[in-house]
């Protein structure tokens, strides 16, 4: 099993609609969690972090969190073609010491 | 306040070379983390430095090594360079590290002939 997982699509979703990435890691005790977001070319830029249960919204991005189920999501509201990118999800796992893991990553195609 | 800075931003090798990359973190941050990123394997984690000392290490062989100065700046060096090794090389600065986010610089694109 991977550390971290994610379906690396392409997901394909019409403008205005919502995306909905997700993402699952395999260490339980893991304490931080991230979201980037890479285009063609460019390096990976941070969207959002999370560290408890629950929802954390940040304008259109909302995180979702569910530590007992391991899972972790990515919301985007009102998808604009501008979203169109490769999402990774990053967990920062406590195995071996604090490193930060990054899934393959998600292809998100925003159709206008 | 200035990003992450990494410089070359471009690279072009043969086999057998060895390669210097440099790393300027965000003011105050004290972290920095290295990464290679190919289309096969994606993002892989090299190492994690912090207040000079390497905290921790990917699984990546000994021909990839690096070190922090004292102002953070982080340099990582690869000895001879194989087809392999062609890649995009991020650094990331972080406050801490550990659990804290982290943000990366525009990268390093190499490309070993």
């Known amino acids: 099993q991977k550390e971290v997982e994610q379906n690396s699509g392409p997901l394909s979703v019409p403008e205005g609609a919502i995306a909905s990435l997700n993402c699952t890691y395999s260490d339980r005790g893991s304490q931080s969690f991230f979201w980037y977001r890479q285009y063609s070319g460019k390096s990976p830029e941070l969207i959002m972090f999370i560290y408890s249960n629950g929802d954390k919204e940040d304008g259109r991005f909302t995180a979702q969190l569910n530590k007992a189920s391991q899972y972790v999501s990515l919301l985007i509201r009102d998808s604009q073609p501008s979203d169109s990118a490769t999402y990774l999800c990053a967990v920062n796992l406590l195995t071996g010491g604090f490193k930060t893991i990054f899934g393959a990553g998600t292809r998100l195609f925003v159709k206008a | 306040k200035a990003g992450v800075t990494q410089t070359p931003r471009y690279l072009i090798k043969t086999r057998g070379q060895q390669v210097t990359l440099s790393c300027s973190p965000i003011?105050?941050?004290?972290?920095v983390s290295w990464y290679q990123q190919t289309p096969g394997q994606g993002l892989q984690f090299l190492f994690e430095y912090f207040s000079e000392t390497q905290r921790n290490k990917g699984n990546f062989p000994g021909r990839f090594s690096g070190r922090q100065f004292s102002n953070s700046r982080s340099e990582m060096n690869v000895s001879t360079l194989e087809l392999g090794d062609s890649a995009l090389y991020l650094c990331?600065?972080?406050?801490?590290?550990?659990?804290?986010?982290?943000?990366f610089g525009p990268g390093t694109r190499l490309t070993v002939t």
């Open positions: 003011s105050g941050h004290r972290s």
């Open positions: 990331a600065s972080s406050l801490t590290g550990g659990s804290n986010e982290q943000y």
